[in-house]
């Protein structure tokens, strides 16, 4: 139900001229509608991916749709799409390794790095691991046109444990924005504007995922390292999507629907929507690149600092965590469904 549900959001995409315009009842319709439309089959591994790195790190289980890459002293794992795409709605649903995972990085994201080396492109969910007891943190960054002077990063606490059972993750592109999601909820968005220029990604990319040793960086600023008496570290895929405008590998030029190619047109999201995402930032949001004065005394271009700006320190912290590193402004519950 879950990974059906999460189809219908870039089906709402699609849809959402109506919803803009629509009143409640309108509205009801609008998502009724979207509800009937199919949704395609997740592709099994080998339909829709290559493997990267990890020779037997990386293990195939039912019949070929679910994933599983490990780290281990000798290396990690990752794979790839077969295709790039320009546009579209990625997911997973992923399980992280349980108990000690301090310095263990897992990313699920797009990157056109391997053909686009100084100007490349880049949307990022990355999943930091934690010592024991600890819970594990989930990262977004944007890149666009090889722009890495300037992070966007943001950093979030879950209302789950993600390792007692998969949650899906999705990242949906479009022309003019790009929303990330968990299970259902809408978590940031970014709206293209004049001022980002070439900085907001606009170029094909491929979708990744890879299991990796970050014990430099990842767990309090490389305070904890990754320590092998643990491993493997294990993290599982399945119900992997790839929905979007793929690009013929020869002429570069894209092979997809109208309806796909023109999600430029459309609003992100709806008001229903919008509140879910905004109740979300408010309860588990940790840190927020917008926010960082010291790192930006000057706010990216892109940053619309609003009301939310109270939440957080000067260092772009939210102003009240918890000794687990989240965000401690609410009772810890279910987050809100955008639906």
């Known amino acids: 139900m879950a990974a059906s549900r999460c189809f219908l959001l870039l089906l709402l995409l699609l849809l959402s001229p109506l919803l803009a315009s629509a009143g409640e009842e309108e509205e009801e319709a609008v998502l009724a509608m979207a509800a ?4 395609p089959a997740a592709a099994s591994f080998r339909e829709g991916y290559t493997q990267l790195f990890g020779d037997s790190n990386l293990a195939l289980h039912g019949d070929g749709k679910r ?10 794992a990752g794979f790839a799409s077969q295709d790039a795409y320009l546009h579209g709605f990625f997911s997973a649903s992923i399980k992280l390794p349980p108990d000690y995972a301090a310095g263990v990085v897992v990313a699920f994201y797009m990157s056109n790095g391997d053909v686009y080396e100084k100007t490349h492109d880049e949307l990022d969910f990355e999943f930091l691991g934690n010592i024991k007891g600890r819970e594990w943190r989930v990262q977004t960054n944007v890149y ?13 606490g879950l209302w789950f444990d993600p390792t007692e059972d998969f949650h899906r993750y999705a990242i949906l592109w479009s022309h003019d924005w790009i929303v990330f999601y968990i299970d259902e909820t809408p978590i940031r968005e970014v ?6 220029g070439v900085q907001f990604p606009s170029k094909p990319m491929s979708l990744y995922a890879t299991i990796w040793d970050g014990s430099s960086w990842a767990t309090s600023g490389g305070r904890y390292k990754v320590n092998y008496k643990y491993a493997p570290f294990v993290a599982e895929f399945s119900e992997l999507m790839l929905h979007g405008c ?3 590998t020869l002429t570069r030029a894209p092979m997809c629907t109208p309806d796909i190619a023109n999600t430029h047109n459309a609003v992100a999201m709806s008001g229903r929507q919008r509140s879910a995402m905004e109740r979300f930032r408010t309860k588990y949001m940790t840190y927020g690149y917008c926010y960082d004065r010291l790192r930006y005394p000057t706010p990216p271009s892109e940053c619309n600092v609003g009301p939310e700006a109270e939440l957080f320190l000067p260092t772009g912290e939210a102003r009240s965590i918890d000794r687990h590193g989240r965000a401690r402004r609410h009772h810890r519950g279910p987050a809100d469904s955008a639906f």
């Open 191 to 196: 709206q293209r504007t004049k001022s980002m």
């Open 36 to 39: 009937r439309l199919r949704r």
């Open 144 to 156: 666009g046109n090889g722009s890495t002077s300037v992070g966007r990063e943001e950093r979030y």
């Open 246 to 248: 793929a690009m013929d």
């Open 67 to 76: 994933v599983r890459i490990s780290l281990d002293e000798r290396t990690g």
